[in-house]
Structure formats: C-alpha cells, structure tokens
C-alpha cells in the first residue's frame, strides 16, 4: 500500500502528512519556527529555518508512520503564499530574511504606484488590488535595499521564489527552479489571462526576468525529490488558500470554502471564468490542471487565528490556543466590547495598509473572558465583510459555507460565524483540507486517483452548524462591529 505525502508549509509551523486512499491521514508531525518582528509593520522569517523544519518533519511523519520513501507514491506541496524569498543560485543561501506575506514596509510603494494610477492595470492583467501583501513590492524592495542584490540579480546570480519555489529548490538539491500558477499569480507580476509572466509589469517594478522561476501546472509532475536516496515525484503544488478549496472537493462554479489560519481566507471557485471583482475582492488562479486553468474570487482577512495567539503570547489571558473557547463561553455576550484585529492592516475588502488593532466599548465591567469573545467575534464578523462583497461580483447567495483549518474545532466560533452571516457552517471530518488539497493534485497527476470525481467522493461531514439568533440581534451586532472598524482605519 502507497501513501501520498503532503509538505504543508504555513505562516508558523512546517507540517508533513501522510494520507491513504481515502483521504484519512496515517500521520502528522508539525514544527514551530520563529516570528520575527524587528520594526513596527515588518514581519520576516529565517528561510534556512523554514527549510529545515519542513525538511525535519517530513522525516518525522515517515518514521512515525513506519514507513520509507519507497512507501510515497507522490509528493505535494502547499504553503503560505506572498511570503518573498531571494537566494543565491550558487551556495542556495538566502541574501537575506525572508519578507512575509503580513508585512507592510512596503505600503508607501504601493502609494506611489495607486498614485501613479497603475492599479487598473494591475487590476485588469493580475486581478489584485495593489497592496503590500503581494510578493511583487516586496521583492522589488529586497532588489533595492540588499546590498549588492539588483546588480547580482541581473547577471543572474539570484533566484526569486514564494515559499514552493524554495522548498523545491532545496528538495531537488538547487537543481529545480519553478512554482505553480496559484502562486505566481499572487506576485502582482503574472497575468493570470495568459498564464505568463509580464513584461509590463517586470518593467513597472523593475524585476529582472533572470529570478523568476518557471511556471509549471499545479497538478503535474515537475521534479523529483531525493529522499533517503529514493527518488519521489513532486507533482502537486498550490498555494495554502487554493490548495484548501481543491482538499474541500470546491471543484465546481459556485461552490466556496472557508479557511481559518493564521488568517481567514474565503473562496468561491468561478470556473473557467475569471471574475473581475468590483467589490476589491481578488481574482486569482485557483490552480491549473489538465492543460486547463480554473479561477477564484478570493477575499483575504489578514488576521483570524493570528489573533488567538496574540491573546496567549501578548496578553497572556490564556495559555494555549485550545482555551479560548471555554473563556470566552464563560460570558453570555461580548458586553458591548468589540475587537478590531487590524495588526496587519485590514485586508478585504477594505485594504487599508494604515489600520491598526482597536478594542472598543471597555467599561470597568469588562473581563478577559468579553475580551477573548470579542476576539473570537472578530473574525466571524471580518468573514461577513467579506462574503457580502463576494456575493455582490458573482451575483450568488451562498447556500452553505464550508470550513477547515485549526480554529474550525471552536464549536462557539462557528455557531456564531453560521448566526452572523445567517447561512449553515459545514465543517467536514477531515479538517487539514489544505494538505489534502496538495496531496489530492499530487495524486491525480501519478494516477493514484483517478479524477476529480474519486477525490470528491472522500469529503464528509463532521458537522453542520446553523443559524439561531434573531435577525434584529444580528444586524445591532453588525451595526457595531462597522462602527469599530471605521475607528480603527487611517490609524497610521
């Protein structure tokens, strides 16, 4: 019997899984690795760490599992997207930190270049907004800002990469340099209608074409990776978003899935069709397979479960992630306290680089517990701003809204989060979608699953959470939660 393994490479740990035939995991390890934040807004990760985590646990899960390479039928890989690494082509070393996808030291650029009146055409040719979450200012600030790296990257002594071009780097021992269209198409540098890298726009950011690496279809084979001497087929490689709608069998127009990570990232897939959002909501690839390319409008809120750890390492109210819910239970309401989790700025669909986190409507009353059921509350209701403006540029009303990611198991985030947006919440069995969503492309492209149709039939339902508070109730919380995030915008 033959595994796929899927590398999950997020925000805060790196994770290997091992799924069977069924789509059930045979094993999990998982490994931590450092935030880094040295100035107000900048957020960086060491890429050498990242590498070795990843590296460490997709050791770990074949030993758990008693298991070798010779065991792994094919390897996928998913990651956090945007986050920008350049490295040096000859030793593999990174020339410097690794910029991530939160940072915001490059929001003045993105001024300039709305300023400018660029955005329609970045709009029209990427389907993003400008902002600094994309890789495209970022590593356009690495060119500028590292010593010696422009005039390098021009003799071509430097490679680009979000973070699956460099796990593949580093798999194939330097000798593979590509990433998929659901990654390229969040650099503000790749024209999501052609499927290539743009010329205009390499100018407009002045990137030289020699870092870029090759784009190649999300499910296919596109290397091999030596693992304790065995060779293995990478041949699955999608963004964390993008490969989570795949993993919850979201394979056709109409159907939208929800993550809950470090962030909350809402998709609807739109088909061959790529919607062109007039609510700032993205247009992105949702992957490409077969020879044929599929779309998402996507709407990313910048921080959802990220917020769970600031209450557990910055205000030390609790003391592990899996608390919240029984503190935040403690209480019957939020006490007319509302959290506005802007660390990063607000992303969809307001995209302001200058928000900034706000609590409101403190009284002497107030607890850690209406604090922690403020905070919860929050991303529910960043979710909601978010499925509005969806439901606007595709002309749909959602029917049901599937879920996945760590946060989904708080039974009292997800009771409130199907009674603020009045739709059911379906959580499935299998909540590490994003993985399976990389180790399902993987599969496909070696034959280990047959179609789309087999993957699909793996999916089932854990739970279904639905609506039950009263309508004038929800609309008096909303009214509140819009008036705490119009006070915490423009704050920079």
Sequence with gaps: MSFILALDQGTTSSRALLFDHAGGVRAVAQREFSQRFPQPGWVEHDASEIWATQAGVMHEVLAKAGLGARDVAALGITNQRETTVLWDRASGAPVAPAIVWQDRRTAPMC???????????????????????????KLK???????????????????????????????TGGGVHVTDPSNASRTLLFDIRSGAWDEE???????????????????????????DGVDVPIAGIAGDQQAALFGQACHSPGLAKNTYGTGCFLLLNTGAS?????????????????????????GSVFIGGAVVQWLRDGLKIIRSASEIEALAG???????????????????????????????????????AHIARAALEAIAFQNVDVLAAMQKDAGITLTELRV????????????FQADILGVPVVRPKVLETTALGAGYLAGLAVGYWKDA??????WKVDRVFEPAMDAGHVQQLLAGWKKAVDRAKHWE
């Design 201 to 227: 726009l390499l100018r407009l950011f002045d990137i030289p074409r020699s870092v870029l690496p090759t784009v190649v279809p999300s499910s296919a084979i596109c290397a091999t990776a030596s693992i």
């Design 404 to 415: 996945d990611g760590g946060a989904t198991a708080n039974n009292l985030l997800m009771q």
């Design 141 to 171: 600030w690495l060119l500028d800002n590292v010593p010696g790296a422009r005039s390098r990257a021009a003799k071509g002594e430097l490679a680009f990469g979000t973070i699956d071009s460099w796990l593949v780097w580093n798999l």
């Design 111 to 137: 001024d300039a270049l709305r300023a400018a009146g660029h955005a329609p055409l970045i709009a029209r040719k990427t389907g993003l907004v400008i902002d600094a979450y994309f890789s495209g200012t």
């Design 330 to 368: 403690s209480v019957p309401d939020n006490g007319g306290i509302y959290f506005v989790p802007a660390f990063a700025g607000l992303g969809a669909p307001h995209w302001d680089s200058y928000a900034r986190g706000a609590i409101f409507g403190l009284t002497r009353g107030a607890s850690a």
């Design 274 to 298: 790529a919607v062109a959002s007039a609510n700032n909501l993205l247009t992105t690839v949702a992957w490409q397979r077969d020879g044929k390319t599929d779309y998402a409008l996507e």
């Design 453 to 458: 149709a087999d993957v699909a039939a793996n």
